[in-house]
């Protein structure tokens, strides 16, 4: 039988990737991050007022980005969305939507 090492989430991640994952932390639309990166999760939390939503974009805006998905969590949760890092070509935007006390956002950009 094979033996296989375990390996952190990024261990595939291009050398021109910057290497430690970077956040931000969001209460309101904005851009998280410009510019070619590598998206890894977010962690959203509900104000405890009803379910909180946000919005991903690949993109700078709402207007010009191409969506990527929805999240929703319960009234007073945290939920934590993390996936194989995916490359965004033109930035990182959030659209925060109602009922949200907060967003982290995990990212690697490129190195400059």
Do not use: C
Not at 53 to 68: A, H, M, S
Not at 83 to 105: C, E, T
């Amino acid at each position: 039988m094979q033996q296989h090492d375990k390996q952190e989430p990024w261990a595939g991640a291009p050398a021109a990737f910057d290497p430690n994952p970077g956040w931000e932390r969001l209460t309101a639309d904005d851009q998280a991050a410009r510019g070619p990166l590598l998206f890894g999760g977010i962690i959203l939390t509900s104000d405890g007022v009803g379910a909180a939503d946000v919005t991903i974009y690949d993109g700078q805006e709402v207007t010009g980005g191409r969506r990527f998905s929805s999240f929703k969590v319960a009234s007073g949760l945290t939920g934590v969305f993390t996936w194989p890092p995916l490359l965004f070509l033109r930035g990182l935007y959030v659209d925060i939507g109602s009922n949200v006390a907060d967003l982290v956002a995990i990212y690697k950009t490129v190195r400059e």
